[in-house]
Every structure is written in C-alpha cells, then in structure tokens.
C-alpha cells in the first residue's frame, strides 16, 4: 500500500513553529505536501483572494518535503494545493495549524486555521484544524504532538462524516497529563469587543480591536468546558450555515400576506 | 414611539451603488448610521482586524445621514459600529448591502456582506445581509427596491429567531416581475476553482483564481432554486458550526481504546 498523501497548511505562515511541528509528525504519516501563507493571517476567517493576483513559490523549509508559500489566505492555500500543485493527486487528509491560540468556540468563525479545514471539507477531503490554547509564538507543543499523531492516524483509518472538518483545540501546557479527548459542540460564547484609541504622528485617531472572551454556556459537552478540564476537545464543523428550524418559524410568524408580489 | 435605529454596512465599500440604494430605502424606515468599508472587501468572509490598526473617519457621503468609513473588513465595521460608534444605543436592525454579486449557496462563507450579517447577529441583534445576483457596479437595483423594504420591515415588525442572520438575494432585474419569496436552506453548490498562470514584467509567475460555480443540488428548497425561478432567496443562517449528527456517529465508529491517555 502506497503511503497516504497529507496536505499541510496553517495561518500563522510557514515559518511558525506551530506548522514545524506539524509537518514533524505528518512526514511519520505519509508523504507531505505544504502549501501555507508566507506571512500571518490570523484572523481571516474564510477570507479568499477576489480582484487581486496570488504568488506561490517552492521554498526549501522542511527537510525532506515539497513546500510552497503563497501570499493567499489559509483558504486560498488550499485551493491552489488541490487545483494547481496536486492536480490529478487526491490528498488522503488535509491538516492545519498547529494554530498559537484558541480556535474554541464561536472563534472557528474568525479562524484562518479551520477556513484551511473547512476547505478541505468542501473538497470533499477529511480535514483536521489543530490548535493550541497558547498564543506564544514560542508556545511549548510537546504535550500535544501525541495526541496530534493519535487523531491524524484515527481519521486516517476510520475516516470521518464526509462534509466535516474536525475543530482540534488542546489545553495549554500544565503539570497535570493531559486527560484524553471529548468529542463536542461549539459552546455559546461570544468576543466582547473594546477598541483602544491611539495617535499618530500627525495626531490621526486609529484603533487597536481589544476582545475579551464571554462564555455563557453552561454545559459539559463543550469545547470550553473540555480545554477548562485539561482535555482534548473535537468539534466536528460543517459548513451548511442555515438554520433548518428557522425556516418553519418564520413560515409561521411572518406577515405573508404583506410579502406577496 | 421612535423611529428605529438601522446600522448599514456592506462589503463592496462605502461609494459602491448598492449601498447607496440601501440607505436611501432604509432612510423610510428609521434613523440611519452607516459604518462601512473605505475600500471594497468581496471575498472577505468573517476576517477580522488583528494585530493591525484600524481608521475610522466620518464621511458626509450620504444625505442627512451619519456615516463612517472604516480601514476594516465588514465583520471590523460592525464591531466599531457597536462598541465604539454606537456606545450606548443598540440599533434596531443591521443590514448589509446591497452587494453587487450573488451569495447564494457556499458563496455565504466567503461573503463579506454575510459576514456583517452574521457579525449582528453575534451582538443579538436582527441582522439581514441583501446580494443581487448580478455582478455589475452599474447593476440595476429598481426591481429590488420594494422588496428590500418589505423583508427589513417585516424584520423590524415580526422579528426573526434570536442569533439568527438573514442571507436574502436577489434574482437580476428580468423582463418578468420577481414572483415572490421563498424561505429555504442553503443550496449544496461548490466553486471548482482553476488557477490561470502570467507573468509578470520581471518573469515571475502570478495567478488569478477563477471559479466555476457547480450546483449538486436537486431539491427545490433551497436559493438556488429560488433564484433561477425568479424568487427572493431567504436563508435563515446560524454561527454554530458544529455537525451535531457527527458527534454520535464519531463516538461511535472511532477506536476510542487507542485515543486514550
């Protein structure tokens, strides 16, 4: 049996330590291909290049592997690595991160790491977003690598829901092991936003975005309450937004009458 | 009672047409501030400010109506808008549009319109995003005028379902009337991506991603539909991503003994 073939990507750009260590544990996987942004791009959600043109050029980073860096998006990336620098090769997994931060909770939205994921998802391809609830971008990964193994071989033998990229999030390093894996949904919190008001030289207001995490779930089956507990936390994300309840509601409580052409 | 308040924003920037035609119907409705991008910001999808500053100047650009300009992705705008504009005052209604371009289907992912929707919808707050499926910059908006009001004062009257954002788009004007509304799901469609290759003036190769539009769709719920059989599309969308059918299913198939600490 040939080996399987592993996209690798992230957001943080391709010399973050988070994608070393990655690629580190893919290439005792399969064969390794890494398209990934050649600057940071935290932060950009599902955002793709429209109106403006893309750059990709093979770099020498990883011993051993083929890898590009391009000036796209995370879901960009993507993209080119299964339309242009794959081509007629199917990957057998598409990976991302491992993100410095948390991808927990409503910031799957906002993540550059899981839009590479869900990219893979739409293409039909079984996705993995991996992140670490550490923003330091000298954040210590060697509590996770394990676990990272363990997850990519699982969905490498027994697959996953076809449509769905799993939200991978690991606590933080701490003294205690870390206690095992809970599969879970996304819990209702949300970023509460505050901007910081600053000058310029020439006395022009700009703003930093400052946000502080509210969790308003209570519940146990959650990503917050897995990564509070020291566990591992598995969201599995599809990418079909509509409400399907909302639709009967609304039936109901409009106004059809006044709706009519 | 007082007149209601309505945010406007959109993702094709504060001089695009369609936001112009947004705020002169909304202004029937309420009191209007606008808080929109400088430039425009297609394709965005849910991207956010981080890391980087942010400007936000206010701009006499439409008539008797209190408007900013912001350096910000659309999701940024809403944010400022928020917490920074509008302090104090919660708006009554956030809309978004009138984008020049359709985003049915997976497009809502990537949409920038959507995102200041949905980026509403995460502050509890009514939230519509409004697309005509037509390209232009000079696009014609006349038949939809009537409609837009319709839907944002049904909105204003009836409600929609709390944390709930709605994706309404538009058929392109047509020798026959539009035949109404239909309330549906998300159409299953995907863009097939190709990359065409150039070079640039020193030899070096870019790309522009050019995407085919592939409709895998049967059904006759869904925008898709409604769109090609000249109805307004109404899909009610949601911020939680997780594939809830898919956790039973994972704790099921996986081989939980070997994912153990």
Redesign the interface.
């Known amino acids: 049996m040939s080996k399987p073939l592993i996209l690798v990507s992230n957001d943080d750009g391709i010399t973050s330590k988070g994608i070393r260590v990655l690629v580190s544990i893919m290439k005792k996987l399969g064969e390794v291909v890494v398209v990934a942004p050649d600057s940071?791009q935290?932060?950009?959600?599902?955002?793709?290049?429209?109106?403006e043109?893309?750059?990709?050029y093979e770099e020498e980073i990883f011993d051993g592997v083929v890898a590009y860096k391009s000036s796209g998006t995370p879901?960009?990336c993507v993209?080119?690595a299964?339309?242009?620098v794959l081509k007629d090769r199917t990957p057998d997994l598409v990976v991302s991160g491992i993100n410095h931060g948390s991808n927990t909770s409503?910031s799957?939205?906002?993540s550059g790491t899981m839009?590479a994921a869900?990219e893979g998802a739409?293409?039909g391809l079984p996705s993995i977003g991996f992140s670490l609830c550490d923003f330091s971008s000298k954040a210590d990964f060697s509590h996770v690598e394990v676990w990272v193994e363990?997850?990519a071989?699982?969905v490498l033998?027994?697959?996953?829901?076809k449509?769905?990229a799993l939200?991978v999030n690991f606590p933080p390093k701490q003294i205690e092991?870390?206690?095992?894996?809970k599969?879970?949904?996304?819990a209702?919190a949300?970023w509460?936003?505050?901007?910081a008001e600053?000058f310029d030289p020439n006395g022009?207001?700009?703003?930093?975005?400052a946000g502080n995490f509210v969790n308003f779930d209570k519940g146990e089956d959650n990503d917050e309450w897995a990564i509070a507990n020291n566990y591992v936390s598995?969201?599995?994300?599809?990418?079909?937004?509509?409400?399907?309840?909302?639709?009967k509601?609304?039936?109901k409580?409009?106004?059809w009458e006044?709706?009519?052409?």
């Open positions: 940071p935290s932060g950009m959600g599902h955002a793709i290049t429209i109106g043109t893309l750059r990709l879901a960009d993209k080119l299964k339309h242009y409503i799957v939205l906002y839009s869900i739409l293409e363990k997850i071989k699982q033998e027994n697959g996953i829901p449509g769905i939200n092991d870390i206690k095992g894996i599969v879970c949904r996304q209702d949300k509460q936003e505050e901007f600053r022009r207001k700009y703003f930093w975005m598995i969201v599995p994300c599809q990418y079909d937004l509509t409400a399907h309840h909302a639709i509601q609304m039936n409580d409009w106004d006044s709706l009519k052409n």
